[in-house]
Structure formats: C-alpha cells, structure tokens
C-alpha cells in the first residue's frame, strides 16, 4: 500500500511539473491562442486559422537561456478583444523578440482600452534584430500602443525600430515600468494632451552610450526622466513625433562614473555637463538635483 502510495504521488508531481512546462505566458488577443509547448512549433498556423495573423510567421523558441519570440515580416490584429490586448507577454518571464523584416501589430477593436503590445507586471521584454515592429492602437480614446504594466521593463536593443502609434499614447509606463534604449530606434506618437502623449514611462527612460532624442531638434529628457519634452522644458505638441535613437551593440545602459569619484556629472540622458547645469544630475554614482 505506501509503495502504491508513493507512486502515485510521484505521478502526480510528474503530471504538475508538466503541465507547467507546457504553459508560456504569452498571449495573443486575449487567449485565443497561448504559447504552449504542445503548439510552439505550430503559431503561425494557429493565428493564421484564428484570424489575427493576416501575413508572416511567428515561431518560438527555448533554445537560449531565454525564450525567444521571433516576428517575420506579421501582421497581427486583435479580433476578440475583450482583455484590450493584441500581443501580451506576461507571468514576471523574460523574453526575447526577435524582429525580422517589417511587422505590424494593431488594437483597433472598440473598447475603452487598448494595447497592441503589453508587457506585463515584472516581466522584461528585449527588443532584438535589425528588424522593425510597428504598434498601433488608433481605436480608442485610452489606446495605448505599447503599454509597460507594473515593474516591467522594454529594452531596445540589436539596432531594432519600434514605432509606437497610440490614440492617447505612443508608450505608456506604470509605476516602476522602465524603458531602457541601448542600441536602436524608438518612434513614439500620441495625443494625449497632457503634453506626454508620445512617451510616459513613471519608472524611468534610460539611454545607453550615444542614445539621444534626435527629434525635434533639441528635445530632451525632462528631469524627472520619465517623459520627453523642449529644451526650454515645454510639452511638445502631440502632432510631432518623437525619436530617440543611436548608440552600439556595446551600448552601455545609463550612465557610468569613474571609481575615483572626480565629480563628473551627467544628465540623465548619460551626457557629460558641466558646473552650470541645473537640473538632475549623476554625480559619484548618485542622483542629485542642482538648482
């Protein structure tokens, strides 16, 4: 009988571990369709049968010692709609996009909220390839169309373009949401008129090495380095859109101080300044605000 017993209950941990390899929280509008093992190899059938895939292919690998989502040449829409997102990467995972070629993902179903892409609370989301993946969420007042929820963190990097297109905002930020640019292009349009209708990210933009705001000419992290605004520190319209964009594959995300602690400061963009500037700062390691 206790062998009898023991079996079972090693049957039973078997089946539990298994059913939780098996399950990848990532899901396509809503959950019409969710990355499993049993379907991984499968995904561009599956959406393509769903409806949400009209062109290219979607394929997920675990090869790496991250996951891996590669986008060729989609076009993904959202049909349902009833949990206001296209793509969402969530579960505290990370994740590596992969883009190749030029892709699409669009929210335009009509409901108050809307994200083509979410990445959810805690999780991390890398933007890699030398691809581009445009999100657009046009329907709504409150679409959003690249939303980072609670703790999460987008990172661009391997010379990808995200071209972010929300009704209310381009890329939206909860609290302790990073958006973190090493290597690449972010394009970021909304209309929110607050005046941070293209990027609102409440936990921090972070560029890397020879990362900056490229347009409009002279725009600049604002102090509190969650948004972008005019040098003079004024809201720039919500008809332009606003760049960032540079750096390297070795890129080095924020700023970086010597170990002798000179006194050298920097903007939170990672630009060296001078004694004169007001404003936040780097200095020694530590952030300070000199007036």
């Known amino acids: 009988m206790k062998k009898r017993l023991l079996l079972s209950i090693a049957v039973l941990m078997a089946a539990v571990i298994t059913a939780q390899a098996e399950d990848y929280p990532i899901y396509f509008d809503n959950d019409v369709v969710r990355v499993t093992d049993a379907n991984k190899d499968n ?8 409806g949400l895939l009209t062109a290219g292919t979607v394929t997920f690998s675990t090869d790496g010692s991250t996951p891996k989502l590669t986008l060729n040449g989609v076009k993904l829409k959202a049909l349902n709609g009833s949990y206001y997102t296209t793509l969402a990467i969530g579960g505290s995972m990370s994740l590596i996009l992969e883009l190749v ?7 335009d179903v009509d409901k108050i909220w ?9 999780t991390k989301v890398t933007l890699t390839g030398s691809g581009s993946l445009t999100c657009k969420a046009v329907g709504g007042i409150l679409h959003r169309a690249t939303h980072l929820k609670e703790g999460a963190t987008l990172v661009i990097d391997g010379n990808a373009t995200l071209i972010s297109i929300g009704y209310n905002q381009g890329v939206a930020g909860d609290t302790n949401a990073k958006l973190v640019i090493n290597y690449g292009t972010l394009k970021a349009s909304g209309a929110y008129d607050g005046g941070r209708g293209q990027i609102e990210v409440r936990g921090g933009i972070q560029l890397g090495e020879g990362v900056s705001v490229t347009q409009p000419a002279g725009a600049r992290i604002s102090d509190d380095g969650i948004w972008v605004l005019n040098a003079d520190g004024s809201a720039i319209p919500t008809s332009t859109e606003v760049v960032i964009t540079g750096g390297s594959p070795s890129g080095i995300v924020g700023t970086t101080v010597s170990a002798q602690h000179d006194g050298t400061r920097y903007n939170l963009q990672g630009q060296r300044v001078g004694e004169e500037y007001r404003g936040v700062v780097i200095e020694n390691g530590r952030k300070r605000v000199i007036k």
Do not use: F, K, Q, V
């Open 114 to 122: 809307g994200y083509p892409l979410e990445c959810g609370d805690n």
């Open 43 to 50: 995904l561009t059938t599956l959406l393509t049968d769903a």
């Open 101 to 107: 070629g030029e892709n699409e993902i669009l929210y």
